[in-house]
């Protein structure tokens, strides 16, 4: 129930920050439906699709695409509150991927990865959603731009394997992992800091 | 029997969607293969690994292989009778969406999904081939622009299970829930429907 | 362990055609890194998927992702060797295309599959990961270029086929076929070798 919940809550995330790009492009109501439906179901559908969980999760159970579509009609009618669209879109993607990072984890616990593939599934799965999201938007996908993105989400994933060999109980690990890769991307943008430079100038 | 001939049609269908677009974008030879290749598997394949159903059809029985090779050659050789490129395009993307949104809703059935889940699985075995063929051709995918185009297979999947609520063969509900997307899809780009629109000027 | 090595070989080969392209659209290191692992394991990831061979092939087996790790640090750090970088990226996607079409066949092989969807599966496994490498870096897929390309793997693909009749060790007729695919690709460009004109100017 409780890994159960962090899906939900990761799908609004997503599904809120594919609304917001939808409409900055001025999509119609279709288009704007499908993108954040797109961004929702994507990362959780690959996740799915390489661990040979069929059919995907989101069809085996209705609260999802139901979520899904309440959050995009709530969205929509809200949109025009969020006055500060980029900022707004940063932070549903932030906690999103955060989010979705540790289902991931979760997710390949559950089909007996090695804790490397683990963190590898969890880290695509925060990601590819909002990578779908952008390409179809036609904006250069945020994990290529020159930010610390995934590297927020693998950092999470190890996090996560750290903490549990601490003596606390597992749900405290699994919410401190998701505070860490939100921190982790926030402070990151916020300092503007970036990876190191590979190309000799 | 019958769904297997309404699968091959839609094949055929939008392997000459996939040729138009391509020969208009001057690829040679392959490039219009694989074009009209991916247009006509793509939705089915998708659907496929998403319902788990897999070796996908395709690999598992060669006449879709062997339909699309030969759609390709004649629609090739055909091509410059189609004068007018777009209307044609139009017509068998169409013809296309109708057919693959049915049979998507039929094996949703059959893989014991709930209603909203077939047409959800229909819409998107529909739609998923045309977006792949626009997107590698570099086109706005058909879905984004402004028209009424998922919309008409998703009230086409409401209309088959509506229909099969009356006592009528299954085979006939099937078939007019086919006429009910091509229908809705003619009218509206015909008479230029639009969604309503979600942004206040 | 013969065709696990092909298959190691033909992952090191696109994880550096990977590298190449990415550090040529100055991507930062976490770019170049995600480019080289969707190149690598894109066309396998299909593959699987296509058969049903999951959790896939990566997940399951760490070897793949380790050697990706290093094969891009070492590619990083001679990059600056690799004056001539377009030949550079011809050569290792080359034969990567040759390794990982015959890898396909064999997989196709050992699912049972008719010849002529072996080789269907094994041009798709070694095509996709370079048309995804040249979509997310924003380039023209090279399938789509006007050069010799997925032919290549197809007539690699058949001459397996042919081999395997003669009496000669299977290892024999794999080893020549990936060397058919790679000579082919090479005097295509070589002597501009393009496929019929369809368009009648």
Do not use: H
């Not at 903490?163 to 982790?184: E, H």
């Amino acid at each position: 129930m409780f890994y159960f919940a962090t899906d939900i809550l990761g799908t609004i995330a997503f599904a809120i920050s594919g609304v917001l790009v939808a409409m900055e492009k001025k999509l119609d109501l279709f288009g704007v439906l499908i993108i954040a439906f797109v961004t929702a179901i994507g990362g959780g559908t690959l996740r799915d699709l390489l661990i040979g969980n069929t059919p995907v999760v989101w069809m085996r159970d209705s609260v999802y695409v139901i979520t899904i579509v309440i959050t995009v009609i709530v969205a929509i009618l809200f949109a025009k509150q969020l006055k500060y669209l980029r900022k707004s879109l940063f932070l549903f993607d932030t906690i999103g991927i955060g989010l979705y990072t540790l289902v991931g984890v979760e997710k390949g616990l559950e089909a007996q990865l090695l804790p490397i593939m683990c963190i590898a599934l969890g880290t695509i799965t925060a990601s590819f959603g909002g990578v779908i999201r952008d390409i179809l938007c036609n904006e250069i996908p945020v994990i290529f731009r020159k930010e610390i993105y995934a590297t927020a989400c693998i950092l999470g994933g190890v996090s996560y394997f750290l903490l549990n060999k601490l003596p606390i109980p597992p749900n405290y690990a699994f919410i401190i992992a998701i505070f860490v890769v939100i921190l982790l991307r926030i402070l990151a943008v916020k300092f503007n800091i970036r990876l190191p430079n590979i190309y000799r100038n």
